[in-house]
C-alpha cells in the first residue's frame, strides 16, 4: 500500500524499513485504544492486513463501515431470508432501539469510551448478488452490517473489560422460544447445548 494511498483516519509515519500505523482497527485493544503498530515498509510500500478500500481508492483499514458514525465493523453478516420479518427489524427496530436507548438512558459505560459503540445491531439494505461460472446473478434485497458480539461495533474489549459480559437472546427457531405452545414449568426445560427451552422430553 502507497503511503498516499492511506485514508485521512489513519495515521502513518515511516523510520527506516518500518511503518507506524495508528487507527483503522490495526493496532490492539481496538476500538478502547488507538496504539501505533509496525509493520515492514520497503520502495515506498506499506505491507498491511487486508481491509476495506472506499469508493475513493482510500485504505480503512481492517473492517467495512455501513453508514457514517458506525463503527468499523470486522464481523459482518447479510441476512437475505425473506421468509422472516429481518429485514424490517434489522433496519428499523434495532436502529431506533438503538436512537431511543442513547436519548432515554445515555451512553453506555462502553459508548462513554467508544462514541461508535451501540446497544443494538446496526444494518443497511444491500442488494444481493451471487456468482455462478463466471456470470453475477441480482439475488434480491439484503440487511448488511455488524453480527452479534462484533468487538468494535460493541466497543468491548475482553482483556480491558473484565466484568463485562454479552447476553444473547436463545434461538429462536425451537416453538416453545417462539411462543407456540403453551409454557409449562412442570415439563418444559432449558437446554444449554440447543440454546432453548425444550419440552416434551
Not at 453506555?108 to 444491500?126: D, G, I
Request: glycine fraction near 12%.
Amino acid at each position: 500500500m502507497a503511503l498516499g494511498d492511506f485514508h485521512e483516519s489513519i495515521s502513518v509515519r515511516v523510520e527506516g524499513n518500518v511503518a507506524y500505523i495508528k487507527g483503522g482497527n490495526l493496532g490492539k485493544n481496538f476500538p478502547l485504544e488507538e496504539t501505533e503498530v509496525e509493520y515492514p515498509y520497503a520502495n515506498g510500500m506499506v505491507t498491511v492486513p487486508d481491509g476495506w478500500i472506499d469508493g475513493n481508492g482510500k485504505y480503512r483499514g481492517m473492517g467495512y463501515m455501513v453508514a457514517e458514525g458506525t463503527a468499523l465493523a470486522q464481523k459482518k453478516v447479510i441476512k437475505i431470508n425473506y421468509a422472516s420479518s429481518m429485514q424490517s427489524h434489522l433496519i428499523g427496530a434495532c436502529t431506533t432501539y438503538d436512537l431511543l436507548h442513547r436519548k432515554v438512558v445515555g451512553a453506555t459505560p462502553l459508548q462513554q469510551h467508544v462514541p461508535t459503540a451501540v446497544s443494538a445491531k446496526h444494518m443497511e439494505p444491500f442488494m444481493f448478488f451471487n456468482e455462478t461460472n463466471g456470470n453475477t446473478y441480482f439475488k434480491g434485497m439484503g440487511t448488511y452490517g455488524a453480527g452479534k458480539a462484533d468487538k468494535v461495533s460493541w466497543g468491548f474489549v475482553k482483556k480491558k473489560m473484565l466484568m463485562y459480559a454479552l447476553i444473547e437472546g436463545s434461538d429462536n427457531n425451537y416453538p416453545m422460544t417462539g411462543f407456540r405452545v403453551p409454557f409449562d414449568k412442570n415439563t418444559a426445560v432449558y437446554s444449554c447445548e440447543d440454546e432453548g427451552w425444550l419440552y416434551n422430553g
